[in-house]
C-alpha cells in the first residue's frame, strides 16, 4: 500500500508540474488539451523512472494503463461486431444490420499507438469504427496487428497486409457483401503510416491493386530519415507527442538501443551512401513557405552511427522514401494533418509529391490540431477537435466511397 501511495504521490507532483506548461493560444478547449498532454507528459516521465529502476519497461507502463480501455465486441441494433482472425490474425469486425439493395463499402481501420501501443478493441477505436459502419452502411474491419518490441519491424505491416489480402478474396468480399469497386485503407498516426505502406506494396499485385479505390491518413509519420523537419522543431515538446516520446516508441519498432536513439535525437542516424533518399523528403522543396518559417534547411550527416539498422532505407517504414514511378499508381488519396504536430510537415511532403504525380488528393490541415485528437472523443479525454475531425474523415469516406 505504501509503494501505491508514494507512486501516486509522484505521479500527482509531476502532474501539478505539466499542467502549466505553455500550449499554443489558438487550441480549442485549451485547459482539456492542457490536462491531456500533462497525464501523458507525467506518464512518460514516470514509465522512465521505472525503466532506470528495474521496476516496469518504459513501454510496460503504457500499456498497463491502455488495458482499462480495452472494449467487449458489444452488438447492437444497428451494427454486429464481431472479433474473429483474418490469415491468423485478429480483427474487429464491423457488420451493418440492415439489409442493402446493393453491395457495400469497406474500411480497413489501422490504428494508432506508436508501432507499440493499442488496439482496435480499445473504446475510442471501437467507437470510430461502429460510427463508421453506421453512417456509411460499411463492413469496417480493425486490425489489432502484432505490436513492438516482442515484434519488431516490419511485422505489424506483414499483419495488415495479410488481413487487406485476405478480405479481397473474391468469396470473403462475397460474403460479407463487400463491393470490390470501394474499399478504402485508413488508419491515424503509426496506423496511417502502416496504410500507406500497405498500400504502396499491393500496387504490386494486380489482384489487389484494382480492388483499392481509397486511402485515407490521418496525421501520418512517413519518413524516419530527418528529425530536422519545421514541425519536429516547432512542437519538440507536444502538445500530447514529443519528439523524445515519439523517437522512443520509434527505438522499440527497430529494435534498437540507446545509441541509436541519441543519433535520432542529433539527426545523425543515417549511414553513408544515403543521401540521395533525402531529395524525397527535402522538406525545404515541398513544404509551403508558411510551414518554413525562418527554419533554415540543413545536409544531413552521415555516417556517425556504427551500428546497421537497414529498415532506416526502406519505403516499407517511410512510405516517403517511394519514388515518383512508385506513387503515380496510388489510388484517391485523404491526407488530414494537424498544425502542432512533430508529423505534420510528413503529410504535407506527401501531400505534394502525390499532386506531382497525378494522384487525386485531398488534404484537410488543421489549424489548432493536435496529434493523436482522433482517439480523444470519449469520457473523459473527449474533445471538439476530435470529433471534428472524425466528421472531416468520415464526409470524405462518404463522399469518395
Request: proline share 5%; hydrophobic share 40%; glycine share 6%.
Amino acid at each position: 500500500m505504501g509503494y501505491k501511495i508514494l507512486c501516486f504521490g509522484i505521479f500527482c507532483v509531476l502532474f501539478a508540474y505539466y499542467i502549466y506548461i505553455p500550449i499554443p493560444e489558438n487550441i480549442e478547449e485549451r485547459w482539456r488539451v492542457r490536462m491531456i498532454d500533462a497525464v501523458v507528459k507525467t506518464t512518460s516521465l514516470v514509465a522512465t523512472l521505472f525503466e532506470e529502476i528495474g521496476l516496469m519497461k518504459y513501454e510496460d507502463t503504457f500499456l498497463t494503463l491502455s488495458l482499462v480501455h480495452l472494449s467487449k465486441p458489444v452488438s447492437d441494433e444497428n451494427v454486429t461486431v464481431i472479433d474473429t482472425n483474418f490469415s491468423d490474425v485478429p480483427v474487429r469486425l464491423y457488420l451493418p444490420e440492415k439489409k442493402s439493395e446493393i453491395l457495400r463499402p469497406a474500411i480497413i481501420y489501422l490504428h494508432g499507438g506508436a508501432f507499440v501501443l493499442g488496439s482496435c478493441k480499445m473504446q475510442s477505436y471501437d467507437d470510430l469504427n461502429r460510427w463508421t459502419a453506421n453512417k456509411l452502411d460499411a463492413v469496417v474491419v480493425g486490425i489489432d496487428y502484432r505490436l513492438a518490441p516482442q515484434y519488431p519491424f516490419p511485422a505489424a505491416l506483414e499483419d495488415c497486409v495479410l488481413v487487406v489480402k485476405f478480405l479481397l478474396q473474391d468469396k470473403i468480399l462475397e460474403k460479407y457483401g463487400v463491393d470490390p469497386a470501394r474499399i478504402c485503407i485508413s488508419g491515424d498516426s503509426s496506423g496511417a503510416t502502416l496504410a500507406a505502406a500497405a498500400t504502396q506494396l499491393l500496387q504490386n499485385y494486380p489482384e489487389y491493386k484494382e480492388k483499392i479505390k481509397a486511402q485515407a491518413l490521418l496525421y501520418p509519420g512517413l519518413q524516419f530519415i530527418d528529425r530536422s523537419m519545421p514541425s519536429h522543431q516547432d512542437n519538440e515538446h507536444g502538445p500530447i507527442m514529443s519528439v523524445e516520446m515519439g523517437v522512443k516508441f520509434v527505438i522499440l519498432y527497430l529494435n534498437g538501443n540507446s545509441a541509436l536513439k541519441e543519433a535520432i535525437l542529433r539527426n545523425e542516424h543515417m549511414p553513408e551512401g544515403s543521401r540521395h533518399l533525402f531529395k524525397f523528403v527535402n522538406w525545404s522543396d515541398f513544404l509551403p513557405d508558411k510551414y518554413k518559417k525562418n527554419h533554415i534547411y540543413t545536409e544531413p550527416v552521415l555516417g556517425k552511427l556504427k551500428a546497421s539498422y537497414p529498415a532506416l532505407l526502406d519505403s516499407r517504414l517511410s512510405p516517403l522514401l517511394a519514388s515518383d514511378s512508385q506513387l503515380q499508381s496510388l489510388p484517391l488519396t485523404y491526407i488530414l494533418t494537424c498544425e502542432h504536430d512533430i508529423v505534420r510537415d510528413d503529410g504535407f511532403i506527401y501531400v505534394a509529391r502525390l499532386r506531382n504525380v497525378g494522384v487525386q488528393v485531398t488534404h484537410d490541415h488543421i489549424e489548432d490540431g493536435v496529434h493523436g485528437a482522433i482517439t480523444l472523443t470519449t469520457l473523459p479525454y473527449n474533445l471538439h477537435l476530435g470529433l471534428r475531425i472524425r466528421d472531416k474523415y468520415i464526409n470524405w469516406l462518404e463522399k469518395k466511397l
